[in-house]
């Protein structure tokens, strides 16, 4: 499934507000949306439309090992969702299985059902490519490609089918833009994406994966690698992109998911596999908490 | 199981190819069989018990007994590996422990470029050398067994040492740490912590020693003497498959040629087994380390 | 340089123990030293700029090597084009299109255990029946460069596979993640990224196949010829030196010579895949350090 040329990133590029929150809902694909969107599980308070992304009963084995039991839950369209919980519940896991990243790991299997907006992802006969476009991601080491700064951004827009030069141009200048990365590199976008800091090299990431034009943008402890400095910026980066992207982050910086996200999402380990033990609002989840594991986790964790 | 159209094409057309690269054993296998039905069919048994070899043409004129070749070629590979096996250990222990780090480096090299130089040049060093001192130093004529065998040893010496020091590096420094700790000394942390752990990798490297010397050919051809006869002793001449092969296929014909395939059949199957045997020694290691961390 | 600084004790078995070891390593030396420099004192003499231009006469106990170098160059470029192609592939295939646990890789790296193990003279009896006689070559330059394809393949492709496979994980997570497809990942980063290390195997592949003289005997055969095209017979470098010092009476001075050109190739090769790999594990070390 080609992409059309013509179809270009022009939507976004003239401006924050001509870009519909679940990004190009001009396509008839959204058009089915509401309807499919009934479930009530989008949240304690959907915003208007629906769950960009919704998991059903989300299993997956390593191997023999259940590692995930039965995840269901909502992901609203511009908002940010943050997974959050300790170390080896899951949390990664699942959000690899959004974009089916999970299919690199051998073994791995995964049952349920995800949605992206009302389209199952899951079968066997999706177009990976296509999906990987729609969903990107961002992971915790930052993982520029070897090649310079405009190749790192290009390459993957070559391979989408966009030759016009003019065209990769103004996409690459957009997008180092939006991630503030223009002023730092705009004279050297020749040379080697390594030498730039770690932080600038996921700054640089994150824009390779908004050149594609995604929906969806995953984020995989994407702070955990950098410095505090680095760190912020990429945080305030990420909280920018509400409204233009649906976002996921796996975090375990509760104070960081408390800044940035709009709802939350508690993962645990119970009986030796993950699972989702609360997930609503932010402000819900942390002043309010269902659970008595979440509330020591949030205030424990919060400091 | 591949996300783009393009990759499943890309993905039979690489298939092909690697199943084109090891059909290839197949294509040896098949080839070297097909001719050598000729002389297992017509002479089956009288390659081990005719009393000599003096093949001809046609079955009916000639003697076709190999085993005193087989022999041959048992008893350079034997006494070459006895040799190489202690010392191509000891270099690879004396790279990994007692050589000071650069003297260790430039041992290694020394090894690899020793690795790298061909069998021919060995053999011209041995039959230039070697074979005229053994004969003036020992007992003539010294194009013998024992100048194969120690041409042979250096050449597997290479082989053994890197693969043994691989082996040594993959013990866990936790292990050496711990002895270390209980203040054993250095030789004895070796003998009893290193050596047994790194055992399949040491005999890993001791059989593809093997095979290497039981498949050397330039050089044996160049110093064994090649006269066909179960040696008396180490300073007897000696022919191998191998040298009997290099010496007789350019100018053999009808089952004198596929004679010689038989034997090239044999070198073969010994190729098939040893690699086998190494197959199932990694494969038990493996399943050991696999049980040690459940 | 991961040498572990153990405790030297005195007693008496860790003494003996010690110079025993030692003793091994002078005696490996010297052995190494003796040959190399017995070649080279007897060979260097005879080297001149004649002795790489000329043609040899008597046999070969006078004029030089010129066509034996322009054959064993020939050899060499037709066993390249023919393995490079295929190990490339075979490499990339087990590498990066198939899962290591799978029967179909475990079956080609078994058979590529087998075929590395095979004795070099096997492939000249098999070279000889396969390309000499079914396939009507004679005794070629073409053949020979073919069988010795056939046996630097799996050297060649286990070193590319390890090059391909020292390639970093994040960048193919990150070509996956950006929807590009394995092909393209394959061609526009992982080979790019791997380049040095491919070059390193490729220059191990050829040290092998200069090295080479059993399974060329009957393949490539002896003459001594300029060839003409690739199905004249050829004489290598290596099968040069075996026919003077086997052969040829008198032969001896020039087969040293010969061998010294044989050794000054294959260190020059050696020495740049060792220069190429430590530049290689550098820049990758630097990369993932960044």
Redesign the interface.
Known sequence: MKTDPDRDLADCSSGEGACAPAGDCSESSCAPRPAQCTEPDCGDDPPAGCCAIEAQGVEVYYGKKKVLTDVSFGMAPGRITAIIGPSGCGKSTFLSTLNRMSDLTIGCKVSGDIRLEGKSILGSGIDLIELRRRVGMIFQKPNPFPLSIRKNIQLPLKEMGIRNRDELEATTEKVIRDVGLWDEVSDRLNSSALALSGGQQQRLCIARAMALDPDVLLFDEPCSALDPISCSVVEELIASLRRQYTVVIVTHNMSQARRIADSVAVFWVQEGSGRIIEHGDLERVFEDPKHAIVKDYVQGGCG | M???R??QW??W???F??????A??G??LL??V??SIPALRTLGDRLIHDDSWHPSEHATDGTFGMLPIVIGSLTVTLGSILIAA??GL??A??C??????ML??F?R??????A??????????G???LAPMISTLLRPPGHSMLAGILVVA?MI?PTIALISETAL?AVP?SH?AGA?AL?????????SIVLPSARAGIFTAMI?GI?RA?????AV??VCGNIVRVPGSVFDSVRTL?AN??LE??YSVGMHRSA??VS?LL??FT??A??TI??IVEHRSKDREGGAHV | MDTLALPASSKREERIARAMIWCVALLVTGTFAWIVGDVFVHGISGLSLSFITEAPERGGRAGGILPIIVSTLSILAVSLVVAIPLGLATAVLLAEFTRRDNWFSTLVARSLDVLAAVPSIVFGLFGNAFFCVWLGMGYSILAGGLTLACMVLPILIRSLEAALRAVPDEYRFAAAALGMSKTRTVLSILLPCAAPGLVVGLILGIGRVLAETAALLFTSGYVDRMPESVMDSGRSLSIHIFDLAMNVPGGEPNAYSSAVVLILMLLIINFTAVWGTDRWVRKISGQSAT
């Open positions: 591949y996300p783009s393009i990759d890309v993905v057309g690489l298939r190819l690697g199943v084109a690269s090891c290839l054993v294509l040896i080839f070297l097909a001719d202690p010392l000891a270099s222990i004396f990994h422990f007692y050589a000071p780090p260790a480096g041992y090299r020394m090894v690899e470029l020793l790298g130089i061909p069998s021919v040049v060995f053999g011209f060093w039959l230039a050398v250096l010496l590096a420094r050496i270390a203040g054993m000394g250095r030789w004895s942390i070796i003998r593809l095979a039981v498949g050397e050919t330039m051809v160049m191998t092969i290099a296929m350019g010689l395939f090239g070198l073969l190729a098939i040893l690699t190494i197959g």
